[in-house]
């Protein structure tokens, strides 16, 4: 079972420079979502997405795109990079929470995504 | 707003201590309630959960009960193992947004 993959691994960039962190999930998921890690901070999360055609802001959106064509993939882009983007990315992916009710179904992640912003 | 509140590690013990790592949260409405654990190199991965007042939600010798009077969800284990040796985060989801809230995670080192 693949469940939820993350490509690259690890990326190294220079400051200005743009990047893509794709992110596939098999299972069907309706919910998509991306999180980046540091130290001291948990999880924090950066956009998510409801359904293909449908993503929405989350905590630090700022300097991320996203875009959902499929209900497959959910690719986080960088548009010019920068030193405070250094972190861990992590993508999760979920079945919709019910109408009207909290969440009760399990976020799957991905292995994470090290990138190092010089 | 909705928030966790987890202690602050790093945590060591020796095989066969107890644990607790504990866990306050701040929601609107009410919310369900989660403990995921993180292995060195991997990503996070569900550990138990709960989803309403008095639950304990157990897996894998973890437990961890939802106390609304308290808004806590400590997660403990009677006798820890090496292989528990993890980043553990606690986190909760409400029924006003499409979100999870994650705690700062804590470390958790068990020497042999």
């Known amino acids: 079972n693949a469940g939820v993959t993350q490509t690259p691994k690890f990326q190294v960039l220079k400051t200005g420079q743009s990047m893509t962190l794709q992110c596939a999930q098999d299972?069907?998921?309706?919910?998509m979502s991306w999180y980046r890690q540091d130290p001291g901070m948990g999880l924090r999360l950066i956009h998510y997405?409801?359904?293909?055609?449908?993503?929405d802001q989350g905590e630090v959106p700022n300097g991320y795109n996203v875009s959902r064509s499929t209900t497959e993939d959910f690719p986080l882009r960088l548009l010019s990079a920068a030193p405070s983007q250094t972190s861990v990315y992590f993508c999760a992916s979920s079945l919709q929470p019910p109408s009207g009710g909290a969440w009760t179904g399990e976020l799957f992640f991905g292995e994470g995504s090290r990138l190092t912003v010089l | 707003g909705d928030s966790v509140t987890q202690m602050e590690g790093p945590v060591t013990l020796s095989e066969e201590a107890f644990l607790t790592i504990n866990c306050t949260y701040t929601?609107?409405?009410?919310?369900?309630l989660f403990w995921y654990v993180q292995y060195p190199g991997e990503g996070l991965q569900l550990l138990l959960k709960?989803?309403?007042?008095?639950d304990k939600g157990s897996n894998k010798g973890f437990e961890a009960t939802y106390r609304k009077e308290t808004t806590s969800f400590h997660l403990e284990k009677g006798s820890v193992q090496v292989s528990d040796s993890a980043v553990y985060f606690c986190a909760l989801s409400v029924h006003t947004g499409n979100q999870f809230y994650f705690g700062t995670g804590t470390s958790l080192t068990v020497i042999p």
């Open positions: 709960a989803t309403k007042a008095d």
């Open positions: 299972m069907n998921h309706e919910y």
């Open positions: 929601a609107t409405g009410y919310p369900s």
């Open positions: 997405s409801v359904g293909a055609g449908i993503t």
